[in-house]
């Protein structure tokens, strides 16, 4: 594995994992395939291009294009795919499920047909702790059935079915990895984390879904990085490895580290109705990944500083996305009723 597609690199996780593959491994060669939706930003990747462009190239693209896709790794003869695109929020999967189904289902497909048609070396999908449902209580493991309940954990648990098949089916070496909620540079300021901290910084109220005590497991992206690049190289083909902090905190616990990090008051809490369907508590078990020698480097109460740390020295970066005309109706048509 020495060229790389990174379908979905312009977007919060893929930037991040593209940056530290070209750090990591002077002799990679990465193609970043994106379609630039709203939360695809070659902001993302400027630094990339002006620090590796020998070794990065960009073409933008759907993944749902199948004659794009097979173009594209015929031209830059890539031999591994990571495939991070997707739509991804479940507030959004609410609102509009079928562009969930097109990217998360039918993308994945295509990609899976251009890797058994030009016989790539690996192809890895990237997925979400979100496809096993709410666990209520002990952790989750890669071989529990899986209960998606949103259209988006759907979603994302039909590609995975679909990566599976193509092993099963024709032998084509896939690897699953499943994240846990990621925190960190680059991500859309819709995400809680990044939203709540730019909130705070503007003195707006942090939006609380419920009662707050919803547990999540927030995990540094650079460990996710981390770990899929862990499972690239010692991961089994065939199998599934979940990627997180192996502990999680509650939704309010996390909304407290925000505005202390901030220097904001708590009275910027407001607890407004839930979301339909909002799953009580995700958490895994990362026994498997640590066992081929991977560990996570920040717990979640520092991945969540850390990251509202970047926000606050990068207002360059998120300042014109909230301002725009897009994210101001998403935040209309998600909160106003709430907050009244």
């Known amino acids: 594995m020495r060229r790389f597609l990174v379908t979905g690199g312009a977007g919060f996780i893929g930037s991040n994992f593209v940056r530290y593959m070209l750090e990591k491994y002077p002799d990679y060669f990465i193609v970043v395939y994106d379609k630039l939706t709203y939360a695809g930003r070659l902001e993302n990747l400027q630094d990339v291009a002006a620090r590796f462009g ?16 097979e173009s594209t790794l015929r031209n830059y003869q890539v031999d591994t795919i990571v495939n991070f695109a997707a739509e991804t929020h479940v507030d959004r999967s609410l609102l509009t499920p079928g562009a969930f189904i097109q990217t998360d289902v039918y993308g994945t497909f295509v990609l899976l047909e251009a890797a058994k048609k030009l016989s790539l070396e690996r192809y890895h999908q990237i997925s979400t702790d979100e496809v096993y449902g709410q666990v209520l209580e002990d952790r989750s493991r890669e071989t529990d059935h899986l209960k998606p309940r949103s259209p988006y954990s759907a979603s994302k648990a039909s590609g995975d079915l679909m990566v599976l098949a193509y092993y099963e089916s024709w032998g084509l070496p896939v690897t699953i990895t499943r994240g846990s909620n990621n925190v960190g540079p680059y991500q859309y300021p819709e995400k809680v984390v990044p939203l709540f901290a730019t909130n705070a910084m503007d003195d707006q109220p942090l939006p609380v879904y419920g009662d707050g005590q919803q547990m999540r497991d927030y ?61 009580r508590r995700y958490a895994l078990d990362v026994s498997k990944l640590r066992s081929l020698g991977w560990e996570p480097r920040h717990t979640c109460a520092q991945a969540i500083a850390k990251t509202v740390r970047w926000y606050m020295e990068n207002e360059w970066w998120w300042r014109p996305i909230k301002n725009g005309e897009l994210y101001q109706a998403y935040y209309a048509e998600q909160y106003s009723q709430r907050l009244k």
């Open 54 to 69: 020998d070794r990065y190239a960009f073409v933008k693209g759907d993944i749902c294009d199948a004659e794009t896709v």
């Open 219 to 279: 995990q540094y992206v650079l460990d996710h990085c981390e770990g899929i690049d862990v499972v690239l190289h010692k991961g089994k083909p065939g199998e599934v490895y979940n990627v997180g902090s192996g502990s999680e905190m509650t939704n309010l616990e996390m909304t407290k580290i925000v505005l202390a990090t901030v220097g904001k008051p708590e009275s910027l809490i407001k607890h407004v109705d839930d979301r339909p369907g909002h799953d």
